[in-house]
């Protein structure tokens, strides 16, 4: 997902930022496995829209989801 106003208000490229599918069986495990490893959450996991998010960042600062559903469900629910 690119937001080119995103590139505007600081150094990033635009990229708002990465969505990865998973599946709900093994959210909660990839969740912990996460928090156990270090990895710093930014947001969740919660529950948004039809499905479960995480958010944390990459090395690079670059921030990441996992979800629980598709790309294509997610957004029967966006208007």
Known sequence: MERPEKAEQS???GVDHVAFFI???EF????RHLQNNGIRIIRGPEKR??????????PDGTQL??????????????K
Do not use: P
């Open 11 to 13: 150094d990033s490229l």
């Open 23 to 25: 599946d709900e069986a």
């Open 28 to 31: 909660d495990q990839a969740a």
């Open 49 to 58: 829209g039809i499905g479960s998010s995480v958010y944390f960042r990459d």
């Open 65 to 78: 989801e996992l979800h629980t559903s598709t790309l294509a469900e997610r957004m029967t629910v966006w």
